[in-house]
């Protein structure tokens, strides 16, 4: 797999990102949203390649008082799961991380009992993600969260209260729909 970040949205590879995010993610934040987390430097777009196609994409940012990066969104191709293809590309985004320095990986995960839930909790688990205690009801989704934590080394700065994560994540959020 060929491995790319990006703090734009670059045009050789946005498009048939957009579209797998789109998939994965009907409901998820409006392009408008997307394109001002980009211009406004809180996101990263992560890629991986199989074949010269998209098959895995992330969109995150780099959380600092955490020294954390935060995926916020991460989808791989329907065709290509259960190949592999989304462990390798956790794994890159770790690597990705450790050699910028930071010192851990941080999510929310649906917490609601689902088995669609359940398997999204094990993926991230057989990546090496914990599970926090702490659910989280935001007021403005009904469904309920759970924040999952990879440190890298010995993370001395990496919450891991459920609390703490998502206080970093809210923050992340409301820069996120900030208008500037």
């Known amino acids: 797999m060929r491995f790319e970040t990006y703090d734009r949205l670059d045009e050789r590879v946005w498009p048939a990102a957009r579209r797998l995010y789109r998939q994965a993610f009907p409901d ?3 392009d408008g949203i997307v394109e001002g987390m980009f211009a406004r430097g809180l996101s990263l777009l992560q890629i991986g390649e199989v074949d ?9 940012g780099v959380i600092r008082q955490a020294n954390a990066l935060l995926i916020d969104y991460l989808a791989v ?3 290509m799961r259960g190949r592999g293809i989304g462990t390798a590309f956790v794994d890159a985004i770790r ?8 010192e851990g990986l941080i999510l929310e995960a649906e917490s609601e009992a689902s088995p669609a839930n359940e398997r999204r909790i094990r993926f991230w688990e057989r990546c090496g993600f914990i599970a926090t205690s702490y659910v989280h009801q935001y007021i403005w989704v009904p469904e309920p969260y759970r924040a999952m ?10 919450p891991r209260d459920g609390e703490a994560l998502f206080r970093h994540i809210g923050a992340f959020h409301r820069k996120s729909f900030r208008g500037s």
């Open 77 to 79: 191709l329907p065709e």
């Open 149 to 158: 934590y990879l440190p890298i080394g010995q993370a001395p700065n990496l």
């Open 28 to 30: 998820g934040k409006p």
């Open 95 to 102: 690597d990705w991380a450790e050699s910028t320095g930071l």
């Open 52 to 60: 010269g196609r998209v098959a895995a994409m992330a969109i995150t």
